[in-house]
T-cell receptor, first 112, second 113 residues
Framework: ETGVTQSPTHLIKTRGQQVTLRCSSQSGHNTVSWYQQALGQGPQFIFQ???????GRGNFPPRFSGLQFPNYSSELNVNALELDDSALYLCASSFIGAYEQFFGPGTRLTVL | QKEVEQDPGPLSVPEGAIVSLNCTYSNSAFQYFMWYRQYSRKGPELLMYTYSSGNKEDGRFTAQVDKSSKYISLFIRDSQPSDSATYLCAMSASETSGSRLTFGEGTQLTVNP
């Protein structure tokens, strides 16, 4: 059984650019959540996807968007990057109805 | 004011010490309380899960929840150098999978041999 994987590991972008981060859920999991973790802070909930639909969103602007695919993999897209978007982006997968979320290792995004 | 407050430390203890980590929260709707451990360059992993008030023990780890005081704790007995990590408290108002977790900012712990 493979765990949650994320790609790329690291990414450097400049202000105003767009970025796509990818996540492969743990085998069989049907729900994926994305979190942003700034340096020295706890993760902050961005949104969750279930059955390819957004199923809850945190306090993030619309330039943060996502997709979930039929195989339960997911993408996080961020448009018009700002310096404050520099953070570790974590993906977590789970079964619907279960409390435990399994986190991937994250993608470290640096915006210059 | 943040919904969840956690002392960021850093906390440094000798091997074998008892470690106490704490969080306070303001949202009365929180019913599910978790502790995650995060090693450097890794994602968080779930250590302990508790529903409502009470204690839960798992090996060297004990989680306590006091909903009346809006206060949760994690105790680590006989701490080991391998326990050196950042400990994050997390809370949720719903048990359903994927419900948003609200995290504290994490406490960085170092256990010295």
């Amino acid at each position: 059984e493979t765990g949650v994987t994320q790609s790329p590991t690291h990414l450097i972008k400049t202000r105003g650019q767009q970025v796509t981060l990818r996540c492969s859920s743990q085998s069989g999991h049907n729900t994926v959540s994305w979190y942003q973790q700034a340096l020295g802070q706890g993760p902050q909930f961005i949104f969750q996807y279930y059955r390819e639909e957004e199923n809850g969103r945190g306090n993030f602007p619309p330039r943060f968007s996502g997709l979930q695919f039929p195989n339960y993999s997911s993408e996080l897209n961020v448009n018009a990057l700002e310096l404050d978007d520099s953070a570790l982006y974590l993906c977590a997968s789970s079964f619907i109805g279960a409390y435990e979320q399994f986190f991937g290792p994250g993608t470290r995004l640096t915006v210059l | 004011q943040k919904e969840v407050e956690q002392d960021p430390g850093p906390l440094s203890v000798p091997e074998g010490a008892i470690v106490s980590l704490n969080c306070t929260y303001s949202n009365s709707a929180f019913q599910y309380f978790m502790w995650y451990r995060q090693y450097s360059r890794k994602g968080p992993e779930l250590l302990m899960y508790t529903y409502s008030s009470g204690n839960k023990e798992d090996g060297r780890f004990t989680a306590q929840v006091d909903k009346s005081s809006k206060y949760i704790s994690l105790f680590i007995r006989d701490s080991q150098p391998s326990d050196s990590a950042t400990y994050l408290c997390a809370m949720s108002a719903s048990e359903t999978s994927g419900s948003r977790l609200t995290f504290g900012e994490g406490t960085q712990l170092t256990v010295n041999p």
